[in-house]
């Protein structure tokens, strides 16, 4: 039989404070500070002379508006593309890539506006699946604070007369700085080149925010390809690789395709993590041991000792190391480690186990191209600035003012004048655009050409999916017109495709630009691997040699959503929970919770974290799993020229940060100390708590699993005067027979990393609003997916008999300092016997004869009666007109301005204030799917119709469609999961969800973990 | 404000002459259901008529539905089986030319005028040097819209003889035939109630001309006693009527129910646009072009039966023709401009369903097989186009409560008919009986 772990929902819940207890009864607040903005004393009271004038005034405007019908015009095309029909979507093939992620993705157009984002399954290294910052890019596109037009020194300025000024700058300029965030694209690479020629003295230099120069510099110069799903143990040093880390989609597919379990494949890999803060990778490792950054080196060390030996004795003395590094040993080809470090010398070591281990999941000779950032040769150039001894600087998309350690510097130069000529060619007047004499702002990427080869060998294209829609240009085109080229960059990259492309060429582009990917490398060749920078004895010495550092160490982590800033004034990332802390709009100061309970802090108290003389105010958050010793900060906060929605949130961590080892650490050594002010943190999660009843997620141990499929899963039973019985077998209500579907949803919680894109990619599909930093906080938020996180806790049942029930029940509310932690989707679960489609005293929330529970707003009246009545809490209601309240002017503008609303889905209602709103399995999308099947006059196929979830989902995990075709994967997987995995969330209460989910499989064989 | 007040009162009158009202109200309903009956031919669709086969000796039955749609969906602006439209005559094309000759002009005629093809340089000269357009269609396609040409043929002598009438009685076939009795059953009730009406009023003017009569003879004879003379003399006290409190109570209630009935009737209609006939930038004439000229409405409305929008057309769609004909009409030369400025037509729009509604036309057109009228109503007579249906819920929903699922050859509904007949053989399979009449089947 299953352990059965206690689970808590965030430490409020754990400590079951009054406060918790109280928002738990109450899902809606009791105080609505709807009246904010009256200000008057008596404000619950409406004046009866209030009352009456409303009244009036509303007949009134009611009598008028029915006297008048507004004339509505229809305006048809001038000329019809042939493509385009209005109502019909168009699919093009395109590329993501924001200097850290690389994304293949379908462009959904209606009547030739992008709307929303997919993943391209064509491609074979993401595969369909869509990070979140990519779903919600398309927002970026029609972002206002994007500057409009060329501008010098801020004003608005000619083209050409900015062409020929430029030009003539750059003559006499002498050391051009070219500087970016990494470039994955060739024919820009030759681009740069053939400037480079026109201008002599060019460099191009290359840096990224969340940096990988060590891994480059132990590798000789490029990142080894590593393929997750070759690997059957794989160790992990911080490299937050589901998250943050390199090309995190890919590593999610590869990774999650080695942990699919069934019954006829009861293997899984073994995940081990030692990190610093609470990764979304190390919440789905089967082993997370937290540890210190200093500790790290040693950690590394003495696996190193144990793989390949020959190195001084490690300090490090967790038994747990000892275990990865035997289980490595015993996997050989079939182990892996990698390590999230800037540090040159751990990565040369962790390159040296690899080699010795022979692991297949490396791959060196295929190298990836997503990071080529040189810390070193970044620094120099900004030395070299601050020095005056650079006669032009051209920033393409990079940020490095607000985004590099020594970004204040740089100001300082830049606003001396140490540089003559300053270009800026980011999508706006940003901390560093603003301080540069020339901008000439590039086209967002939907609007470009483009090409990219994320890994050698393997390219993608990008091509434009509207016209642009300001006075901008795209920078290739701009460095080829100030290098004197007047060929347009699509010409230039049609002609390096030439060398691409064998056979008739204008086919085979037809087909890389229809399918955005192809096979084949494009010149300028890629680097070859040079010798590492280090061999393993230097590497050891440098280890043994670091600076042990005093007091706190501070670990800066970057965010699923925000990442490194560059988006900061989309509202759709600044809204999406961290999938960990559920924290949205802003960073914060993570704690361990023995360090707050010491300092007698408490969450929301603001704390001033010093390094090196500079400091950051930032509020704590507690998080459990966080090294002892240790606090962790998001980078990518505190813009100041993003755009109203990024400017001020947080704080900027970035100058905290200093170079070691011609390399940026993101580890440094703090003190910290309390303000005596609070700030709370809008965080989504402890809002909606499911009721207390077991069992909501599930989990089992390999060894289960392997011992007996059909014992990994708890299933609740009835007391029936038959005996005990399935609650379904106990019914008030008479079943329905689905005739034609009957839509249903699996979630496999093995395969769920928790990412956030399926919430992101909800949020675009269905014009759900966003609420900003306040109604987070008033638990408002209108995400109709949620992530719910479950930390367990150390204690079970089974210690009933050993320590009696009262203690064991104690222990259960014990803190865990390093808890495991589940992830779950949920949304509305569609039950069969939906409880609130019995209290809608309206029927606007009724059920469909497919299987849906349908939400018709026109109807609904705003009781919440149903939300009230809901188990799942997955119910939202409209407290505000979201696209016309000015209070929401900032955060949701996208529904406020003609240029905003073109991202929203024209088949899908922007709800209004008063109406409850919730997941209706995208019912559009069922809509269409089988509209089309009917014209084809055929059943609609499997696979057809996905949920826009399903779709974005990097692994899977969550499969959509008919349970009425039985060979409809969805009923197959239930079938074959049936009395094994698959379970629904509070079975016993008979409501009969059509989501059903199975449970997770931990590869652990002992209990120490979960028991 | 002025209509909404003074819109209840005329009705009023009209309400409280009841008898009057009612023969109003029937000639109405029976002006408005001619038309709607009435000819269809105009809006064929793709899947129409199979019929049209039955005769015809040459070709499977198939390929000539298929060549009809082909026809109506590319040729028949400029082309008629047995007249010259702009276009020549093409029935008896098969013993003019031969079927390699015809599918490479089809698809490319300037290429075989180009190429001094010497028929194809005659037909060019013949026709005023006009070029007729390139058609994307596949060898099997236009081998079905010959057939299609084929089975007209047969035809002839039917299709002049509609040819010949004009406007409202072009399609009068089997159906319009059927609609039109009904319609003269109508009229004749009308008539016979006008009559009856005028009986009764010279009935009564008689009477009381009579009564009359009676009562000044009455009153010259002296022999007659003071109770009989009482009778005579009784004058009719109107005021008695009017102050008699049963009348007073009778007039009042009527007129508050009168009020009230006007007022729910007035408030239901509230936002309903039901015979709205806007002003239109380009004085277009559905009568001419879909009526007369007979155009297939997916001509223009190029996406009505692949997508939710129907598509009114771009300027480009009225070029095909018009860079030809009338090109001096004053109409035209609106469109020129529109080109010449790069100025989009802004058309008044006249169907407004509300943002919360979805509706598809390729969902009726395409799946359903509902002709354009159903809804839109005698379009090929409408010089100016109206709101002709409600188009509010109850109209959507009674439709979907009433008509039968076009479900004939559609292998998405094989097994659904199946289990409907099995469980309930007798009641026809609706919309609404597949879950037509669910909320989220157009709210989401």
């Not at chain 1, 508006?65 to 001038?78: F, G």
């Not at chain 1, 610093?276 to 210190?292: F, Q």
């Not at chain 1, 006075?471 to 290739?476: C, D, G, I, P």
């Amino acid at each position: 039989m299953q352990e059965s772990p206690k689970y808590w929902k965030g430490i409020e819940e754990l400590e079951n404070s009054p406060e918790f207890v109280k928002n738990a009864l109450t899902e809606f607040a009791d105080f609505l500070p709807v009246k904010e903005s009256h200000g008057t004393s008596d404000a619950t009271v409406a004046p009866r002379r209030d009352f009456l004038k409303l009244m009036g005034f509303g007949l009134a405007a009611a009598t008028l508006a029915s006297c008048e019908t507004p004339i509505k015009k229809a305006i048809p095309y001038l000329n019809k593309p042939e493509e385009v029909d209005p109502g019909i979507a168009n699919f093009y093939a395109s590329t993501f890539f924001n200097g850290q992620d690389y994304n293949s993705v379908l462009v959904k157009t209606r009547e030739g506006r992008p709307i929303k984002l997919e993943g391209n399954p064509e491609s074979p290294i993401t595969r369909g699946g869509l990070s979140a910052r990519a779903q919600a890019s398309v927002l970026s596109l029609y972002d206002g604070a994007r500057l409009q037009h060329f501008a010098k020194k801020g004003a608005k300025i000619d083209k050409d007369q900015l062409d020929q000024e430029v030009r003539n700058a750059l003559a006499g300029a002498g050391r051009v700085a070219i500087v970016s965030h990494t470039i994955i694209s060739p024919s820009t690479k030759k681009v740069i080149a053939e400037f480079a020629g026109r201008f002599a003295g060019t460099e191009h230099v290359m840096y990224d925010v969340n940096s990988a120069s060590g891994l480059l510099r132990a590798n000789g110069g490029v990142i080894p390809a590593y393929d997750f799903s070759k690997a059957d143990i794989i160790v992990s040093f911080g490299a937050d690789f589901l998250g943050t880390w390199l090309s995190p989609v890919e590593f999610a597919r590869q990774y999650v395709t080695n942990r699919k379990v069934s019954s006829e494949k009861r293997s899984m890999s073994r995940h081990y993590q030692f990190e610093t803060n609470m990764s979304l990778t190390g919440s789905n490792a089967d082993v997370r041991v937290p540890l210190k950054p200093s500790e790290l080196g040693e950690a590394v060390l003495a696996v190193y000792n144990s793989v390949v030996g020959g190195g001084s004795a490690s300090s490090y003395t967790d038994k747990r190391i000892q275990t990865a590094a035997a289980d490595l040993a015993k996997a050989g080809s079939r182990g892996l480690v990698v390590s999230g470090s800037n540090d040159p010398a751990i990565q040369t070591l962790v390159a040296a186990i690899n080699q010795k281990l022979a692991s297949a999941a490396v791959d060196v000779a295929n190298p990836s191209m997503i990071r080529q950032g040189d810390d070193a040769k970044m620094s120099n150039l900004l030395k070299a600035i601050s020095a005056g001894q650079v006669g032009a600087v051209i920033f393409y998309n990079a940020n490095p003012v607000f985004d590099h350690p020594m970004g204040a510097d740089l100001a300082a130069a830049l606003k001396a004048g140490k540089v003559r000529t300053t270009i800026s060619l980011n999508d706006r007047l940003d901390e560093t655009g603003e301080l540069c004499t020339y901008a000439a702002p590039d086209h967002h990427f939907l609007e470009s050409w483009n090409d990219y080869e994320p890994k050698r060998g393997y390219l993608s294209l990008a091509q434009p999916v509207i016209t642009p829609l300001f006075a901008t240009r795209q920078a290739q085109d701009s460095l080829l017109t100030w290098a004197g080229n007047p060929t347009t960059y699509y010409n230039y990259l049609r002609t390096q495709w030439k060398g691409v492309l064998g056979g008739d060429f204008n086919k085979a582009w037809d087909k890389a630009v229809h399918d955005g990917v192809a096979m084949g490398s494009a010149a300028p060749a890629a680097p070859a691997q040079t010798a590492a920078a280090l061999d393993a004895n230097a590497a050891i010495s440098a280890i043994k040699s670091a600076p042990k550092p005093s007091g706190i160490e501070l670990a800066v982590y970057e965010k699923i959503g925000v990442g490194n800033g560059a988006d900061a004034n989309n509202p759709w990332l600044q809204e999406l929970p961290d999938p960990v802390t559920k924290a949205t709009w802003g960073n914060y100061v993570t704690v361990p919770r023995a360090y707050a309970v010491a300092q007698k802090w408490e969450q929301g108290d603001v704390v001033k974290v010093t390094v090196n003389g500079k400091s950051v105010e930032l509020p704590i958050l507690i998080q459990p799993g966080q090294a002892a010793g240790t606090i962790g900060i998001a980078l990518g906060y505190g813009r100041t020229k993003a755009g109203k929605v990024g400017n001020d949130l947080g704080q900027n961590v970035l100058p905290l940060l200093t170079m070691r080892n011609d390399a940026i650490s993101y580890v440094a050594s703090a003190t910290l100390a309390a303000t005596g002010t609070q700030e709370p943190i809008a965080q989504t999660q402890t809002h909606h708590t499911i009721m207390d009843r077991k069992p909501v997620v599930q989990e089992a141990t390999l060894a289960q699993y392997i011992k007996d499929p059909k014992e990994v899963t708890e299933y609740e039973k009835i007391s029936t005067p038959d005996g005990l019985q399935k609650p379904n077998k106990v019914s008030l209500w008479q079943d329905y027979e689905y005739k034609n579907h009957h839509w249903g949803m699996a979630i496999d919680l093995n395969s769920c990393i928790g990412c956030g894109s399926c919430v992101v990619g909800c949020q675009a599909e269905n014009n759900v609003a966003v609420v900003g930093k306040q109604e987070v906080i008033n638990r408002r938020e209108m995400h109709w997916m949620r992530i719910d996180r479950y930390y367990s806790s150390d204690a079970h049942k089974s210690d009933f008999e050993t320590k009696g029930k009262l203690d064991t029940y104690a222990a259960m509310e014990d803190p865990s300092e390093n808890p495991s932690v589940i992830f779950q989707p949920m949304m509305c679960q569609h039950c069969n016997h939906a409880p609130c489609e019995t209290v809608c005293p309206v029927l606007a929330t009724t059920h469909s004869s497919e299987g849906l529970n349908q939400m018709t707003y026109n109807r609904c009246v705003g009781t919440r009666y149903c939300a009230n009545n809901c188990p799942y809490k997955v119910r939202r209601f409209n407290w505000f007109s979201y696209y016309t309240n000015e209070k929401f002017e900032t955060v949701n503008g996208h529904m406020f301005t003609d240029l905003g609303r073109m991202v929203l889905n024209p088949d899908v209602t922007v709800r209004a204030r008063g109406v409850m709103e919730k997941c209706s399995l995208c019912v559009q999308r069922i809509q269409l799917g089988k509209l089309e099947a009917k014209k084809q006059k055929r059943r609609p196929k499997d696979g057809e119709i996905v949920s826009a979830c399903a779709q974005s989902c990097p692994t899977q995990a969550i499969v959509f469609g008919d349970m009425r075709d039985p060979e409809s994967r969805i009923s197959q997987l239930l079938r074959r999961e049936d009395g094994e995995r698959a379970f629904h969330v509070l079975d016993a209460i008979n409501v009969q969800p059509n989501i059903t989910y199975l449970t997770k499989i931990r590869n652990t064989e002992t209990s120490e973990f979960n028991a | 404000m002025d209509s909404i007040r003074l819109r209840p009162l005329s009705r009023l009158f009209l309400a409280l002459s009841l008898f009057f009202a009612s023969v109003g109200s029937s000639f109405a309903q029976g002006t408005a259901t001619d038309p709607s009956k009435a000819g269809v031919a105009p809006g064929a669709t793709a899947a129409a008529a199979p019929a049209a086969a039955a005769g015809a000796p040459a070709g499977d039955a198939a390929a000539i539905a298929a060549g009809d749609a082909l026809f109506k969906g590319n040729c028949a602006q400029c082309h008629a089986v047995n007249d010259v439209v702009v276009g020549p005559a093409l029935g008896g094309i098969t013993k003019r030319r031969p079927m390699s000759w015809i599918i490479p002009w089809v698809k490319n005629s300037s290429k075989l005028v180009a190429s001094g093809d010497e028929y194809a340089v005659k037909l060019f000269n013949q026709y005023q040097k006009q070029q007729m357009p390139s058609f994307q269609l596949s060898d099997a396609e236009i081998t079905s819209i010959v057939a299609y040409i084929t089975s007209e043929e047969g035809k002839q002598g039917q299709k002049t003889d509609l040819n010949a009438k004009s406007g409202d009685q072009a399609a009068v076939d089997g159906t319009a035939a059927a609609a039109g009795d009904e319609a003269g059953s109508s009229k004749t009730m009308n008539v016979l109630l006008i009559v009856l009406v005028v009986v009764l009023i010279v009935l009564v003017v008689t009477l009381v001309i009579i009564a009359n009569i009676m009562k000044d003879v009455l009153r010259g004879r002296k022999d007659i006693d003071g109770r009989d003379l009482e009778v005579i003399d009784q004058r009719f006290d109107f005021a008695k009527i009017y102050k008699s409190t049963a009348v007073r109570g009778i007039v009042g209630t009527v007129f508050v129910l009168a009020v009230l009935y006007e007022t729910i009737q007035g408030a239901m209609g509230v936002g309903l646009q039901q015979g709205y006939q806007p002003t239109q930038p380009i004085a277009f004439s559905h009568k001419l072009h879909a009526g007369e000229n007979q155009i297939n409405c997916a001509y223009c409305h190029t996406s009505v039966y692949k997508s939710k929008s129907a598509n009114i057309p771009s300027p480009n769609i009225c070029m095909n023709c018009h860079s030809q004909i009338k090109t001096e009409s004053p109409e035209i030369k609106k469109i020129y401009r529109a080109i010449e400025r790069k100025q989009p037509i802004q058309w008044v729009r006249i169907h407004n369903l509300p943002d919360l509604a979805y509706f598809n036309h390729s969902q009726h057109t395409q799946v359903g097989g509902i002709e354009c009228q159903t809804c839109h109503g005698p379009i090929q007579n409408m010089d100016v186009v109206y709101q002709y249906s409600a188009l509010t819920m109850g109209w959507c929903i009674n439709c979907h409560r009433e008509t039968p699922l076009n479900t004939k050859g559609n292998g998405y509904y094989d097994n659904l008919v199946k289990l409907h007949d099995s469980e309930n053989g007798a009641v026809p399979f609706t919309v609404s009986s597949n879950g037509g009449t669910e909320c989220s089947k157009c709210h989401y």
